[in-house]
């Protein structure tokens, strides 16, 4: 009886038919739902490129954006992304899981999705779960800014007189003046400027072609980048008033300067780290050098302003906390700062956006700062020789703010990236 069981094979065709049909209901199975979540996919993949590329790659109506900060900007192209996806890709917008955001000038998007897959239900697989992923740059790239002009209507607002040049080769210049042909204004053929892009909402005057590279029109306005930053109060307490130091060695602690400081006749004063408010009164400095790091200077009452002459004045900003990168500050109110044949060595933001500077320079003052970047009313650069404004900020211990990566340059045409 054993032999005979060993030896028959009367059952082989059912057990091999059990085994091997459950491997080809799989394998058909697997083909069937491939193919479909090749199909869902490539759907879902051209909706999502088509949706980041209408946000991205449209012209931008100057009358919608103006005013926006650049984070707001980057919200209001987000929203035109999903508004763009669920208006026109329904389907899509209903079965994936979504989202579009930015890194850096890049938008990027991507999506989860699954299809039911019956047929492999049998061998326990109930779905199959793809992912779409796709990034575009549209018409313009963000830069960093180093000079800002900001007021929005007078013209002259970046004027140069005498023989002075303003050398900004890595960084670019704005003038947010809508005035038509008199923002950047080189008043005489011994006038250069020269910036990594040099752009006004109006336009220039006298000799712009001494303007390297030539003046652009800005595509929208620009708002100030630090319009929402806390200034300073000037408070109650004074830890001194009318202060004024005259020749000798000094070391000033921070605090409040009531009635303004005065430092002249060859003093040299150190400045400790930390925030200095000037209250009711000018920043005084003739015939003197004032060095200090991590420092802050905050011009804290309406009117106040900076009188340097003669000076050498070498600041650094605060590497960390509420101050971080602000070197020079102050209310946003109407004032005149004058700078005479001093040497302006500033090390981090210098946020005056009220503030108009009469700046005489003589020969070419020697700067050691990393970078220094002026949101100001506007300048009036008058003398001879050339006034530097650096910009390295790989590497700089004062950090450079993202927030300043404003300037619209122009791309190439919108495209896909990754």
């Not at 005035?179 to 950047?184: F, P």
């Not at 003052?365 to 003398?383: E, H, K, L, Q, R």
């Amino acid at each position: 009886m054993l032999q005979r069981f060993l030896k028959c094979t009367s059952g082989n065709f059912a057990i091999t038919f059990a085994v091997v049909s459950s491997a080809l209901v799989g394998a058909a199975g697997m083909a069937v739902h491939f193919s479909q979540l090749q199909s869902e996919k490539v759907q879902f993949q051209n909706a999502l490129d088509a949706s980041v590329l209408a946000a991205i790659g449209m012209e931008l109506d100057a009358k919608v954006v103006s005013g926006m900060t650049h984070d707001e900007l980057k919200t209001y192209q987000i929203k035109i992304a999903n508004d763009y996806f669920s208006s026109n890709y329904p389907e899509a917008a209903e079965k994936l899981t979504y989202s579009f955001k930015f890194k850096d000038s890049v938008m990027e998007a991507s999506g989860t999705g699954n299809i039911e897959t019956p047929i492999l239900a049998v061998l326990g697989i109930k779905d199959a779960k793809f992912t779409v992923t796709t990034a575009a740059v549209g018409l313009y790239d963000y830069v960093n800014a180093c000079i800002m002009a900001m007021h929005p209507t007078r013209k002259h607002t970046l004027e140069s007189k005498g023989s002075v040049d303003i050398n900004a080769p890595d960084c670019h210049i704005y003038g947010n003046s809508d005035h038509i042909d008199d923002v950047i204004d080189p008043h005489t053929p011994n006038n250069h400027i020269v910036g990594a892009s040099v752009q006004a909402v109006g336009y220039g005057h006298h000799y712009i072609q001494n303007v390297t590279p030539p003046i652009e029109h800005a595509p929208f306005l620009i708002p100030d980048p630090f319009a929402k930053f806390m200034i300073p109060t000037s408070g109650t307490a004074c830890d001194n008033t009318n202060l004024t130091l005259s020749g000798g060695t000094h070391t000033l602690k921070p605090g409040t300067y009531c009635g303004g400081l005065e430092i002249k006749k060859s003093a040299n004063v150190t400045l400790s780290p930390g925030l200095y408010k000037i209250v009711g009164g000018d920043l005084t400095i003739s015939d003197s050098t004032v060095l200090g790091e991590k420092v802050t200077l905050a011009l804290t009452s309406k009117g106040a302003a900076l009188d340097w002459s003669n000076a050498v004045v070498q600041l650094s900003a605060p590497t960390s906390g509420q101050y971080t990168s602000m070197v020079i500050i102050g209310v946003r109110e109407e004032a005149t700062h004058t700078f005479e044949d001093s040497t302006i060595d500033l090390h981090g933001v210098i946020y005056l956006p009220n503030g108009e500077f009469e700046w005489e320079n003589t020969g070419t003052p020697t700067i050691t700062a990393d970078w220094m970047v002026w949101i100001v009313d506007g300048f009036s650069w008058t003398g001879d020789g050339t006034i530097n404004f650096p910009f390295k900020i790989a590497g700089s211990s004062v950090p450079y703010p993202g927030g300043l990566n404003i300037i619209p340059r122009p791309n190439s045409t919108p495209r896909l990236v990754y």
